[in-house]
């Protein structure tokens, strides 16, 4: 008699639902994120809410097809010329509805984006709690990269749990002010997506067969039997002179190794493809092609001999594959990578750059000794350790 007089009262007594609100922009967030979401759908205590700003359109997109992610709200912030004040705005506005009408118990924000700034500001506004991926990064300049180095510290600023990659990253917080208490040190959900991936291409011929076959369109060789270098150029602050000594780089470099072709997606960005094309398409040995989808960049990234690079994902992603990194920047947040030996500053000097490439295409002891060096950004297991930490966060 006892047990049914308090059965129909359990209900009131259960923990309700909680929800979590995800917010990204780029394709790079999206990519990053993606592990993180596809550990929330086994987990029947937590209602994610998905929201894509669309600071990047056409090259996010893909990412969701690949990911297979499902958004609820899709800003579309984006249109042509706008500045980043413009773009601000867009995201300011069109998140608060969101968060008054999903009135979420953790809104997720990832890295460095204006995303990802705007989207942690409304939160703290609407006073609710901010979960930050991929936090304490800091290259020590605030104007490089720029607006990143900005966005990262400010986030930090407003940010209730922080997920930090590395040691080193959780001592930028601590330095900053940040309770011990609120960080964590999980490795970079980067290295997830980068192995499930590659297990997903290593386990289906038939989606290796078709990556293939759209490589086969894009490039004049075999990626599987030929050397090749893989090229990317995209950040703000190299625009203008500094993409100029990369692009003379990789041509000086192409024009003295005509046995190593070079693969270059090209960013849409029309300032960035102007000078790309104006200096490298007519070199035989240099492919110049557009963005690629991630599955097909990521089998190059596995394949390619070495990669040049002003990108931070890439420093985290190609270590995990043994392949050594020449970054195109004169300062990184990716610190630890440096130390490890993975990594290598070059800036945007031609001579240096040739001078580093050089060094690992002609030594193969350099060469083994930066490729084999241990990854600092972890072991693919970064979902699973802030899942467990969101878990312990908004069920205690």
Request: proline fraction near 6%; charged fraction near 25%; aromatic fraction near 6%.
């Amino acid at each position: 008699m006892l047990n049914n007089e308090i059965c129909p009262f359990k209900a009131q007594w259960m923990p309700r639902q909680k929800t979590i609100l995800i917010v990204f922009g780029t394709r790079p967030e999206a990519i990053k994120i993606a592990p993180l979401l596809h550990k929330f759908t086994e987990n029947k205590d937590v209602n994610v809410v998905v929201c894509a700003t669309g600071q990047h359109k056409e090259m996010l997109s893909q990412v969701l097809e690949v990911f297979d992610i499902t958004v609820d709200y899709n800003l579309e912030v984006m249109a042509a010329n706008q500045n980043l004040a413009d773009l601000s705005g867009k995201i300011l506005s069109g998140i608060i509805p969101i968060l008054q009408s999903e009135k979420p118990d953790l809104m997720l924000v990832h890295g460095d984006t204006t995303t990802t700034l705007m989207s942690a500001i409304t939160a703290f506004y609407e006073g609710v709690p901010v979960g930050h991926v991929e936090a304490g990064l800091r290259s020590g300049d605030l104007h490089s990269p720029f607006p990143e180095e900005f966005n990262r510290k400010a986030v930090s600023m407003v940010a209730d749990w922080h997920f930090a990659p590395t040691k080193l990253n959780k001592n930028n917080l601590l330095d900053e002010g940040v309770p011990p208490e609120k960080i964590f040190v999980t490795g970079n959900t980067v290295v997830d997506a980068l192995f499930w991936m590659l297990k997903q291409i290593d386990g289906c011929p038939k989606l290796k067969k078709t990556i293939k076959s759209k490589l086969q369109k894009e490039l004049n060789f075999d990626p599987e039997k030929k050397k090749f270098i893989l090229v990317t150029c995209h950040r703000r602050e190299t625009i203008g002179s500094g993409q100029k000594g990369i692009c003379k780089a990789i041509s000086d470099l192409a024009d003295s190794n005509k046995d190593v072709q070079f693969v270059f997606p090209v960013h849409p960005n029309p300032v960035v493809r102007n000078t790309v094309y104006q200096a490298l398409s007519k070199i035989e040995n240099i492919c110049l092609v557009e963005p690629l989808a991630y599955e097909c960049f990521g089998f190059l990234m596995s394949r390619c001999y070495l990669v040049i690079t002003d990108s931070g994902g890439i420093q985290e992603e190609a270590p995990s594959l043994g392949k050594p990194v020449l970054v195109t920047r004169d300062v990184t947040e990716r610190v630890e990578a440096v130390e490890a030996g993975t990594v290598h500053l070059v800036g945007t000097d031609p001579s240096i750059i040739c001078l580093e490439a050089q060094k690992l295409l002609n030594d193969e002891r350099h060469y083994h000794d930066t490729s084999e060096n241990i990854n600092p950004y972890g072991d693919g297991n970064a979902a699973d350790k802030i899942l467990k930490h969101i878990s312990q966060i908004i069920f205690k």
